[in-house]
């Protein structure tokens, strides 16, 4: 069924293929920008990778004023604070976040706080409060997941509240996006399979929430594509081009979709379980997919079904709500699988949750703003009840 109404807009300009990075500097030039302020964590430095942003450097009159490898996992209010701080003191004029959604989140927080003139992203939280135009910045995601470099979204841990803030703006969203295989090559077996099933969470939430559109559907269920046929392939052998430079693109599909349509309930628990347990984002989207997927196929089974197709298992001669079920258990074989090869755990229980933390979990999920475009209200009973089976 077609929206009464829909928005689209997704203005990045993709650069994509091998040594991709090497054009950083001429399109800083492009911009207009002179000193980038790279913005990355210690897990890229220590896999080598700013060594080449550093070499992409080399024969240029573009320079690289500061280095900051400080980035936290989750990200921090703190550390986006003193990054604001710093690229003023260095001069710089645009950022270069290299790094996971953790690495690129944190960029876009600091860059809130410079460009609104604060000195504190903690007041500034929330949708659309965001009126400056921020400085340029150019995105080098080292996963192949959140496809921040294509949102208009930042998440941040808030250090005092002890959760996870959202900040969704238009200006959020970076200038240019750069998919470089050699980028992602290093990424541990597991890391790659739990950040590939974030994209897949946001293709599938995107396909399967309240605000889908026929043009966020297509990059959806592109992603969701290019995730069946790569994802396994990257976890099995990360030096396969082919399977990263796939999977980069497919998590960038699913950005795009997901920013334009939002996300759903999967990540209400995801972000939740990450601010009690810091389960890892894509870990925690990982273990709740198969669940929500099943809880929303009472509402939306003709969506769910649809994308038993893209995973390879359409049959045409079932009821809506059992084709949904061949989806979910699509996904769960792509889990079992996973964790056969990387070791990725599929249960709350594996993945460092006791039973104790679910009640907190369940407390934290209906207050997450994702619940809102979910195809099917979430109480606290439905929160508590998907925790126990994932458990
Ligand atoms: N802004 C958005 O639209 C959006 C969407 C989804 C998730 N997120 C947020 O993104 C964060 C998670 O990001 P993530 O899943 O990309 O993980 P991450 O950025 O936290 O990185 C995970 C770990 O992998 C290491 N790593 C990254 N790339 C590597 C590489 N190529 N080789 C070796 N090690 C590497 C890092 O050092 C880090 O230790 C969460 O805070 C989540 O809430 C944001
Ligand atoms: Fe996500």
Redesign the pocket.
Known sequence: MLPNYYQFYSPIKILSGSKAVSNIPYEMGLMGCKRAMVVT????VA?G?IEIVKSAFADSDRQIGLIFDEVP???SNRIANKLAKLFEKEQCDCFIAV???????TAKGANIVISERSDDLLKLQGAENIKADLKPMIAVP??A????EV?K???I?NEEANC?MSFVSDKLYPDIAVLDPA??A???PR?TA??GM?ALTHAMEAYTCLQKNPVSDVFAKGAIELIRKYLVRAVENGKDEEARLGMANAALMA?VAF?NSMVGACHSLA?AT?GVCHV???LANAIFLPWVLEYNSDKVPEYVAELSGVLGGAVDYLEARDQAMVTVTLVRNLLVRLNQISGMPIRLRDAGVTEDKLPAIAKLTINDGSLILNPKEVTYDDALGILKKAF
């Open positions: 964590d210690k897990g890229v896999a990778l996992p989750d990200s790094g996971g959604g953790s690495a690129m989140d080292t996963t997941g959140t496809g921040s949102t979204a930042a998440v841990y996870k980028m992602t290093t990424m541990p890391i739990m950040t974030d950005g920013s972000h990450g890892p984002h894509g």
